[in-house]
């Protein structure tokens, strides 16, 4: 018997309906669309995926993209001041930042320069320590579309068993605190761990973001897995995730696909969280 389909780009478009009534409650109170402002640093390359996908996901619901294209060897400098004149606008209610970063320039600086009321992707410490405390506002993108593909698709977490096999700030490690805060027990597993199939054998739930094509086969899983495949990865053959999808479909119940699972809703994960904030804002009655 063949998985369970976990459709994200079907899911996409049920959150697009939802976010778009959000977004045109929020005109009609304060009169104009919230702003996403999305830096960039490579024209073609690896993000350029990423900016068209947010980008088109804001525009769908209603949201202004702004793109800010900043030269490939920007300065740490020049790369805050521009952080700061967003975080100024009153009109951006929201912030992300397109991987690659320059060489030599601190991923970790760059997150910690956006204002955390509009950090929609949870890049920076500040909302890291609110998601490590249990308390998550804005999350990472990826980690949220996990919880909710499986919350829409009425899978239960509470008590059961989720294994994460990564263990990224990004992806892998903000995926297991949101699991936990949904009551799920939840094991790690990284490059370190002694006996990964041992380990994912045992999962009820099993969320990949290793990076790594086809590190999960057919003898790795149960019968009754789900399972999240986060991973992107070009190959000769095309875009796959971590998991090896048509040879694992058969041995469990339910599995997103490669592409067109995780993605799309991570787009619209970026954007719900940019309405979150604006209405935030809102509700303050101070300038954004």
């Not at 947010?54 to 525009?59: C, D, G, K, P, Q």
Request: charged share 20%.
């Amino acid at each position: 018997m063949s998985a369970e389909l976990l459709d994200g780009k079907a899911l996409a478009g049920q959150l697009r309906e939802e976010l778009a009534a959000r977004t045109s409650a929020l005109v009609a109170r304060v009169g104009a669309a919230p702003r996403l402002a999305i830096i960039r640093f490579d024209a073609e390359g690896p993000s350029a995926v990423y900016v068209r996908s947010v980008a088109m996901a804001a525009e769908r619901v209603g949201i202004s993209p702004v793109v800010v294209m900043l030269q490939s060897d920007a300065a740490q400098v020049a790369v805050g001041e521009q952080i700061d004149e967003l975080n100024r606008d009153p009109s951006v209610a929201g912030i992300v930042i397109a991987e690659p970063l320059p060489v030599g320039l601190s991923k970790t600086e760059v997150a910690a320069r956006i204002d955390p009321a509009k950090d929609v992707d949870g890049a920076g410490p500040e909302n890291a320590g609110w998601l490590a405390r249990g308390e998550p506002r804005l999350v990472p993108a990826t980690a949220l579309s996990v919880m909710t593909i499986l919350r829409r698709h009425a899978i239960p977490i509470a008590g059961r068993l989720a294994v994460v096999v990564g263990r990224s700030p990004v992806i892998g490690r903000p995926a297991a605190q949101l699991l936990i805060g949904a009551d799920a027990t939840v094991v790690v597993c990284h490059s370190r761990t002694s006996d990964l199939g041992a380990e994912t054998r045992r999962a009820e739930i099993l969320v990949v973001a290793a990076g790594r094509p086809g590190l999960i086969g057919p003898d790795m899983v149960s019968r009754g897995c789900v399972v999240i495949d986060c991973g992107i990865n070009t190959t000769a053959t095309g875009v796959v995730g971590d998991v090896a999808f048509e040879a694992v479909r058969g041995s469990v119940a339910a599995i997103t696909p490669v592409p067109g699972g995780v993605g799309p809703v991570t787009s619209m994960m970026v954007v719900a969280q940019t309405i979150d904030a604006a209405e935030r804002f809102a509700e303050m009655d101070i300038p954004g």
